[in-house]
């Protein structure tokens, strides 16, 4: 177990140096994949693959849901970058020492966008959108005491006007904790699958074949073909570690590694203090160590309630995107 411990501790350490020259930005398809979900885990810099018995913590690793033992759903919006629309909901359903499944449903949608061309710069009358959309199902279970793994299948549709690309994808992970209030190792490899290329009416055209003779068809049904893309797979490793100073607080601290198929390297991390389970703040910086990023710091805070039968936390997250300009999210969390 030291030996591990040792392995993923070299490994945060070590990123920066393995961070490469060339970067592959904009070579994979479904993107908005990538986009984190979840307010709280926002707020402590995305760090989110070593919480354990959380709903929120399945997008980051899947075998986060292991140990939830009370039905859970939640629902979160974020105001994304150019007024760009994100919503992303989510259900857990615990199945006793089987293990517990759960669902999400993942959107976002552009808004109508004026059509421009070279001819028309203020746009040709007509509007176009883009939405795409994700539905996952997922199980995970507490192996024992210190283990669970969690496996997550999702397909996932990109449409841009009149063409559309899809593909399926695997979501899969573990989290070991040396104790409940110990040290949590957390490993998973997300969106790992085939590639997609997109297909649609818009890439109909009419095919002059030879354009220098007469009164050949100067109109052949044709289209045009488009290379295919790979998805965004992305490896995660990290470490959370609980703390409770004094009886009334309670501090979690959370660092992890990427790796991902379409970007270099890098390091996010964060911490969250929680006082009497009612109040949390939140602090992280994302994408350490990446050149050229454009995001960084993170801060988030949460409230925590009951109403009659059921108990309900809001959750707020905020982050800097750099130059592309500032991120909300807003998290609703129900638990019966």
């Known amino acids: 177990m030291a030996g591990a411990i040792l392995v993923t501790m070299a490994a945060l350490l070590l990123m920066p140096s393995l961070v490469a020259s060339q970067t592959r930005t904009g070579t994979t398809l479904g993107q908005f994949l990538l986009i984190e979900p979840s307010a709280r885990l926002t707020g402590i810099g995305s760090a989110g693959v070593s919480v354990d018995g959380a709903l929120e913590g399945a997008y980051y690793n899947p075998a986060a849901a292991g140990r939830i033992t009370r039905l859970e759903f939640q629902l979160t919006h974020v105001d994304w970058l150019a007024g760009i629309r994100y919503d992303h909901l989510a259900g857990a359903l615990p199945l006793g020492d089987r293990g517990t499944g759960f669902v999400t449903i993942t959107s976002l949608n552009s808004g109508e966008i004026d059509v421009r061309t070279v001819d028309h710069p203020l746009g040709t009358g007509e509007r176009y959108s883009v939405s795409n959309v994700a539905l996952g199902i997922g199980f995970a279970r507490a192996i024992s005491e210190r283990f669970s793994a969690g496996l997550q299948i999702k397909y996932f549709q990109e449409t841009i006007w009149h063409n559309s690309a899809g593909a399926v994808t695997f979501d899969v992970g573990s989290v070991y904790r040396i104790r409940p209030d110990?040290?949590?190792?957390?490993?998973?490899?997300?969106?790992?699958?085939?590639?997609?290329?997109?297909?649609?009416?818009?890439?109909?055209?009419?095919?002059?074949?030879?354009?220098?003779?007469?009164?050949?068809?100067?109109?052949?049904?044709?289209?045009?073909?488009?290379?295919?893309?790979?998805?965004?797979?992305?490896?995660?490793?990290?470490?959370?570690f609980p703390w409770r100073p004094a009886p009334d607080w309670r501090l979690w601290f959370s660092s992890e590694a990427?790796?991902?198929?379409?970007?270099?390297?890098?390091?996010?991390?964060g911490a969250e203090a929680t006082y009497r389970d009612l109040v949390s703040i939140r602090a992280g910086y994302q994408s350490l160590f990446m050149a050229d990023s454009e995001e960084g710091?993170?801060?988030?805070?949460?409230?925590?309630?009951?109403?009659?039968?059921?108990?309900?936390?809001?959750?707020?997250?905020?982050a800097d995107q750099g130059r592309l300009g500032d991120v909300h999210r807003l998290t609703l969390v129900l638990l019966y």
């Open 182 to 240: 110990g040290l949590h190792i957390g490993s998973s490899i997300t969106n790992f699958g085939t590639g997609a290329r997109f297909s649609g009416r818009d890439l109909r055209i009419a095919y002059d074949g030879d354009p220098s003779r007469s009164g050949d068809n100067g109109a052949l049904p044709g289209e045009r073909y488009v290379q295919g893309y790979a998805v965004p797979v992305l490896f995660r490793v990290g470490v959370g």
């Open 258 to 269: 990427h790796h991902p198929n379409s970007n270099p390297e890098s390091v996010n991390g």
């Open 297 to 318: 710091l993170t801060f988030g805070a949460g409230i925590r309630g009951r109403l009659q039968s059921f108990e309900y936390r809001v959750d707020y997250a905020w």
